[in-house]
């Protein structure tokens, strides 16, 4: 059974505070793991997927990694407006197109 | 496109009543999946369609959630009879597969409270 989990479960930083933030995994044959970006009160918003190890992607002030069993996501210099909750999630080809989500990591940025 | 619409946005019922969430999806989009969010569990995979078809119910938590698709513009998720533990804010996403794998678009979620 494909399996996700993430940590920490909440993290706060100084503003340009650079950290990680893991999630490892658990899937037969990886379609995709994506990672999302969830505000209070909306639903999650996609920011990446990453297909085989070794793969790497960026976006302003995020950078996502994939090995063969977890995923890093690394954010530098952080904002105030980065406070949210990342989720992890896999796909994976055993399971046809179900998408298994993590708990989340909150993440808070003090100004 | 206007994004994936839910409807009600929140709903507060007594125990016992029915329940309706009701989805539109994105057009175009051939893969529509409900989930459900509460703090002690997370995001939790209800069920999912593909082109209209349910594939996978197995997160359905029992019989007295059902789920329709009668065609590519419409969901319903059904909640018959309420309880208390049914509370928490239900997810409607729709996608298309890229490179093999379904990036989701979600929509803003119902809120659900049973009393």
């Known amino acids: 059974e494909d399996q996700v989990t993430q940590s920490p479960e909440a993290l706060r930083l100084q503003e340009g505070e650079s950290s990680s933030l893991n999630c490892s995994y658990t899937?037969?044959?990886?379609?995709?793991l994506f990672w999302y970006r969830q505000d209070p009160g909306k639903g999650p918003e996609f920011l990446f997927t990453?297909?085989?190890a070794g793969e790497e992607k960026e976006k302003e002030r995020l950078k996502a990694t994939l090995t063969k069993k977890e995923s890093f996501l690394h954010i530098t210099a952080p904002k105030p407006e980065d406070s949210a909750t990342y989720l992890c999630a896999v796909q994976g080809y055993s399971s046809a197109s179900k998408i298994i989500f993590g708990s989340g990591t909150r993440l808070s940025i003090r100004p | 496109d206007a994004g994936v619409i839910q409807s009600p946005r929140h709903e507060v019922t007594e125990m016992g009543q029915e329940v309706t969430l009701r989805c539109k999806p994105i057009?175009?989009?051939?893969?529509l999946f409900w989930y459900r969010q509460t703090m002690m569990r997370g995001l939790e995979l209800l069920i999912y369609f593909n082109n209209n078809v349910p594939i996978d119910d197995s997160g359905m938590p029992e019989d007295r959630f059902s789920a329709k698709m009668p065609n590519a513009s419409f969901s319903t998720l059904k909640i018959q009879p309420s309880e208390p533990r049914d509370s928490a804010v239900y997810f409607c996403?729709?996608?298309?597969?890229?490179?093999?794998?379904?990036?989701?678009?979600f929509g803003a979620g119902s809120r659900l409270t049973v009393l």
């Open positions: 990453l297909y085989s």
């Open positions: 899937v037969s044959g990886l379609r995709g």
């Open positions: 057009s175009g989009h051939d893969y």
């Open positions: 996403a729709s996608s298309f597969a890229v490179s093999g794998a379904n990036v989701l678009t």
